[in-house]
């Protein structure tokens, strides 16, 4: 890669926010261990200890630092700068500087993401998430990052928010650590690609389980279908450690950078609504 992903720009992010947290407690002598999106910890914040669980990120955006100390830190998460790092090299082997790409950054969360691009020389950057908490901690932590943020759900967006989008020019489409456990569902993934032009490039990332050939879930097929049918065509396709587990056991995903061949066909939102 042309730089280490473990050179995260949330390090520097990290010492300047203002974070109330005293400690962070993650149980480790728990009898089942549970799924990725049912794992929790303990949080004391002002004297005081409230249990969360990782996927409740409005309670987690609204700790400033809560969700860069425990994915980042304590959970050894390397997802952001690892994807952008291979966008940036795959990018770059079709003579593609990232400088000259508009991106569309989905579930977009406290703008992590958006700030690997930002720090790469990505000019804009357009974010979009479902809770307005998300929106907020990004303004609160990464204000600049992001010439536009909306908070919208795509799969029942505005007009005035898609004209919003589409005036932009998008040609490229980012979502990180966001697929395949309901936070973004295939209808909204569709949208977003329809969102981007033609050519556009995709990057992503999901659990290794979820694009098994045994996997039948819809985000699965998804991804399988719009392959299979030229859709998308895939430059790279990378196994990586995407964090630990609250037990401390690695959690592998995939990383897919594609390039966008075609538009998306009416026929597909209508299978997927």
Known sequence: MTTSAMNHIWHKRLKEIDNPIQSIHIPKDIS????????WCEVVTNNKKQRIRFHDYDEVFGIPGLYE?????????????????L?????REWDTELNNLKV???????????????HRGVRKVIGVDIIDEAKQATLRDRPGVYEDYRVADLTALPEKDEQALRKHG??????????GYGDIPPLAFLKALDLISTPAWAAFNIKETFLHESD?????????????QDFLQPQC????????????DPLYY????????????PRLFAEYA
């Open 104 to 118: 569309l950054d989905v579930g977009a969360g406290n703008g992590m993401v958006g700030d690997e691009l930002h």
């Open 69 to 85: 100390r425990l994915f980042y830190d304590t959970l050894e998460c390397c997802s952001p700068g690892y994807v952008v790092d």
């Open 170 to 179: 998008l040609n490229c489409l980012t979502t990180v650590a966001a697929l």
């Open 87 to 91: 966008l940036d090299d795959v990018a």
């Open 32 to 39: 089942d261990e549970p799924d990725q999106d049912e794992e």
């Open 237 to 248: 396709y990378r196994r990586y450690r995407h964090r630990n587990s609250m037990a401390g």
């Open 254 to 265: 995939i990383a897919m950078i594609t390039k966008k061949c075609k538009p998306v066909e």
């Open 216 to 228: 039948q879930s819809g985000f699965s097929r998804l991804i399988r279908k719009l392959i299979q």
